[in-house]
């Protein structure tokens, strides 16, 4: 069994657990920083831990890649697959602490104001105090209710919100932290009570332009959105004219429709937009790297055993 690991941030302790690993299941691994530093006698590899789209495509010989994020859109593409019996696991669990904390971050940078205040002390201004919010009693909607989605509502739930409602395909969870659950089917039923729409969709052809012209005019006026899903989700431009309208109150965006987000791009000018270039999750935070590699530790073991993959991903779902 050969193993290649692509990825230029693990630390030596994580590549340490993936060699023990290797040994213990009498498998050869190599590590590389990008899929460009992959010689082409390593095309042949069995595994992948990381992202490689060259071998993917060419290679009939590849059984499994662990991708190291939870968006695999990418890898959803008609015949992205050489070996159409390929495996795919990714990482959905390890970011849900990185990213909820940036949701939580950013819901009270905007409620509170505080990006107007940083833009005004940075020019020497000591102004008064002006009309704030609060998530105590703020009335709030978590689109997506994965590992992401529910481990901001966890994180919500501390600051006593009127309304934590989940929404989700199945209008189901087994999660105790909402009020209620509603399907996608239901969302506009709910968005005129939203007063923050909290957004972890992955990108799938039902959440393309979910949030569309239509559905923002049927959020409440001062309403705030946070996107950490995927930017497909949104139509920007219509975006764009609610805030520029006053219709919303503010949105934080972490992801786009183009990234980078374009130098012409309107999204830049807005005063009440928080834009973060797709940082919110990543593996920036200790917690995210030994938890994305356990989670592959897992699941090599589970290959090993000839075991079904904990983290695999459905690929009519797309998650």
Known sequence: MKILVINKLLEKKHIDLIKTKAEELGATVAFYGTQEDIPRSDYDADIIYGFAPSIVRTSKHLKWICVPWAGVDSLMVPGCFANEDCLITNAAGAYGVSIAEHMIAVSILLLRRLNEFLDETRKGLWLSPRPQKSLKDCRITVLGTGDIGT????????????????????GKSLERVYDKVLPVSDLDSVLPQTELLAMCIPATPESQGILSRKRLELLQKGAYVVNVGRGSAIDEEALADSLESGHLGGAALDVYQKEPLPKESRLWKLKNLVITPHVAGNMTLP?????????????????????????????????
């Open 287 to 319: 917690y995210t790297k030994d938890k994305n590699v356990d989670m592959f530790l897992e699941d090599l073991g589970n290959f090993a055993e000839g075991k079904p993959l904990r983290y695999l991903v459905d690929k009519k779902l797309g998650y």
């Open 151 to 170: 481990t901001f509502a966890k994180r919500a739930r501390a600051f006593e919100p009127a309304c934590l409602i989940g929404v989700n395909r199945s």
